[in-house]
């Protein structure tokens, strides 16, 4: 019997290219990539053509950490990098994205960035 855990990293592995078969970011209409571990969100804004990052945040930068207190929830969290990755991203002339969920299902924290987002001003 394989072990659980390389089944489970396999599993995650399909899905995350199924995913990123269908996206793909250009400079007028780049890929918003939502990551997530155990206690933080990792936000990030890419070019795919030139394969470059145009802007990220994550929910432990010390941009962030003035923003979250530590009682909050991790979904509020999230909602509030959301907010603010729109925020960047309308300073570098970005209006609209592509949603990549990576490997995740959109639930959770994953869909409250993706609601600070709209909410911020990115448009889907």
Known sequence: ???????K???AERRRRRVRG??????????LTVSRSLKNVTVQIIDDEKKITLVGLA???KEMLKDIKPTEKKTEAARKVGMKIAEL????GIEK???????????????AVAEGARKGGLKF
């Open 1 to 7: 019997m394989a072990d659980k855990n390389i089944v």
């Open 9 to 11: 990293n396999k599993k």
């Open 22 to 31: 269908k996206i793909f970011g250009t400079p007028e209409c780049p890929r």
């Open 59 to 61: 929910s432990n930068s």
């Open 89 to 92: 991203a309308k300073v570098k």
């Open 97 to 111: 994205v592509i949603f990549d969920r990576n490997q995740y299902r959109f639930h959770g924290r994953v869909k």
